[in-house]
């Protein structure tokens, strides 16, 4: 019988002599650490930085939540972006503000967007004290943004006189401005 496509096998032990020593791992070559590896790897998991983070907790991050910013906040225009504020988390017993960003596709490619909501955060991570409390604020920016020109120093000064009118607001009506529902 002549079968092209048999092949043969031989039985190979597959055990080591103990007196052998690993060809790569000599000596005092070998990895000490290896074997009993317990440390942590320290740029591994979430740092907590405090005040200086910027939690899931304080974003707005459903369209209900939007929406309800969008038909019954109180809107502020400013240079580069449109706000809509809210003193809602306030009625969801936390006193911090919440963040939504809404970065259109006319302000530019994705690269351009992420870049503006990235700069929008890091200004609220920072500058958080400027707004009121317990306000859910929505930033939602123009389309004449040019996300490439526009730096931190811009948001800061553009949001900081946006937030010194929202704190006026806020005193004028002797409290948190509440919308009205008609």
């Known amino acids: 019988m002549n079968d092209e496509g048999a092949y043969y096998e031989t039985n190979i032990s597959a055990k080591q002599h103990s007196s052998q020593t690993h060809p790569r ?12 590896n317990t440390s942590t790897s320290p740029g591994q ?13 304080d974003r707005i991050r459903t369209r209900p939540e939007f929406l309800t910013c969008y038909s019954q906040g109180r809107k502020y225009y400013s240079k580069y972006f449109l706000l809509f504020c809210l003193p809602g988390s ?46 859910d604020i929505v930033v939602v920016a ?3 943004v040019d996300p490439m020109k526009l730096h931190l120093t811009d948001i800061r000064e553009d949001l900081l006189a946006a937030s010194r009118r929202v704190r006026r607001d806020m005193t004028a ?3 948190p401005y509440l919308p009205s529902l008609s």
């Open 90 to 135: 306030a009625t969801h017993g936390q006193s911090r503000i919440r963040l939504g960003l809404s970065v259109g596709r006319k302000i530019g490619n994705a690269v351009q967007r992420n870049r503006v909501k990235r700069l929008v955060r890091e200004f609220f991570r920072l500058e958080r004290e400027a707004f009121p409390p317990g306000w």
């Open 45 to 57: 998991g979430q740092k907590t930085l405090g005040r200086l983070s910027f939690r899931r907790h």
């Open 25 to 36: 791992l000599s000596g005092s070559n070998a990895d000490q650490k290896r074997p009993g």
């Open 173 to 175: 009506t002797n409290g």
């Open 142 to 144: 123009k389309r004449g």
